[in-house]
């Protein structure tokens, strides 16, 4: 079963433009991470955010966390035709120690 | 990239088959865990080997077995394939107890698997 509901399903933007996906989990958590994958290849780790961390910076990305909430939000800015990916966010939790419970995905396109 | 290799990167099968996909895990990482991503969906874990054995399982049953090599190489078996096996099988490593964010996962490719 999936963990995490990532909203919304798929998303298009212009280059250059903001892009924001959300993330939805059930349980507990012990830390947030999230994934980006190029045409239904191998997952790219992006970020990890801990459960007692709110806020998180990489680059062009910045993760949220709202624990209470059971959510979480990747921002990518100044997008580039390159970001045009699946974008999963996946959960330490039910299964510990590096055992990920991914959600459904986010599918960015970005327009050129 | 990262470096972990599977193979083969593709393979179709009849049902009722058996299947044997390989991993090789990133110099360093000790642990390897084996995903399913059915077409549209997020990958599910299946399980996770650790020092040869096995860690942790998904809802998956019997059927779908491993095995961890001392070089932390890795193995999935599937027997008795059904139809809704067709799917990427990821493969992903990871440090355990190396520095800094351990519980990160490097994948592989995948291997994708058709079943007729």
């Known amino acids: 079963s999936q963990q995490g509901e990532e909203d919304p399903q798929a998303l298009s933007i212009q280059e250059g433009e903001n892009a924001t996906m959300n993330c939805s989990y059930k349980t507990s958590i012990n830390n947030l991470q999230w994934y980006r994958q190029n045409s239904g290849r191998g997952l790219v780790h992006l970020i990890l955010?801990?459960?007692?961390?709110r806020e998180k910076h990489s680059g062009r990305l910045r993760v949220t966390l709202d624990t209470s909430k059971k959510s979480s939000s990747l921002l990518i800015t100044a997008s580039r035709a390159a970001d045009t990916a699946s974008y999963f966010c996946a959960t330490e939790g039910d299964f510990g120690n590096e055992k990920l419970t991914f959600g459904t995905g986010t599918r960015l396109t970005i327009i050129p | 990239e990262t470096g972990v290799t599977q193979s083969p990167t593709h393979l179709i099968k009849t049902r009722g088959q058996q299947v044997t996909l390989r991993c090789s895990s990133q110099?360093?990482?000790?642990?390897v865990s084996w995903y399913q991503q059915a077409l549209g969906q997020g990958p599910q874990f299946i399980f996770q080997?650790?020092?040869?054995?096995?860690?942790g399982r998904g809802n998956f049953p019997p059927r779908f077995s491993g095995l961890q090599f001392p070089n932390y190489s890795s193995e999935l078996n599937v027997n008795a394939l059904e139809l809704d096996d067709s799917a990427l099988y990821l493969c992903a490593s990871s440090p355990r107890f190396g520095d800094g964010e351990n519980e990160k996962l490097f994948f592989g490719s995948g291997t994708q698997l058709s079943v007729l």
């Open positions: 080997y650790y020092r040869e054995e096995e860690n």
């Open positions: 955010i801990r459960s007692n961390e």
């Open positions: 110099s360093g990482h000790n642990t």
